[in-house]
């Protein structure tokens, strides 16, 4: 897996990309056939403004998707200067999706709707804070931390999540855990 950071500055895994044109293509018609709310975010800020895309073009020489904003006055702040785009959803397996876009039309204010650049690549990823996998099993994992002994409760990318009687202090390094 491949560490990049966000436009949140937060660290994301990538799990997938999806480059070639027939994958990209399913990916955009599943989420328009099935209208799964899409976040479009500025590059450059965290504020984000909700659509859902209403149309496709996948040809070589004009390929675009066409969106509609949810609430067209909370995009105006973000597609205001052209600038690059950030679309991210959730499919319903909870897999999200990631891609770059741009702005290809200005924001029609009655009907809410924009045309925004054809993605080259999508990309699913997963916030590291969140991919953790719980301790399950039926014999406990033991932990040994000087003369203390824990259970281990959690385990993701960043660490381990265990209890044992042993109060810490925030931010203390632990370094005979075994």
């Known amino acids: 897996m491949t560490m ?22 399913k990916n955009l018609e599943w989420v328009l056939s099935s209208q799964v709310p899409i976040k479009v975010f500025a590059e450059s800020g965290p504020s984000s403004f909700d659509v859902r895309i209403v149309g496709a073009d996948h040809s070589s020489l004009n390929a675009y998707i066409l969106l509609r904003a949810e609430i067209p006055q909370e995009a105006i702040s973000i597609l205001i200067g052209k600038v690059s785009l950030i679309l991210e959803y959730e499919s319903r397996r909870g897999t999200r999706y990631h891609f770059q876009s741009f702005l290809l039309s200005e924001l029609d204010m009655a009907s809410g709707e924009f045309r925004a650049g054809y993605p ?59």
């Open 120 to 178: 080259p690549m999508i990309e699913t990823v997963q916030d590291i804070h969140a991919y953790r996998l719980k301790n399950i099993l039926r014999d406990p994992i033991q932990v040994d931390l000087e003369k203390q002994r824990g259970v281990v409760v959690d385990i993701g990318l960043h660490g381990l999540l265990f209890t044992c009687n042993q109060i810490f202090e925030r931010g203390k390094l632990i370094k005979d855990l075994q």
């Open 4 to 25: 990049v950071r966000s436009f949140f500055s937060r660290r994301k895994t990538v799990q997938e990309i999806l480059s070639s044109g027939n994958e990209i293509r």
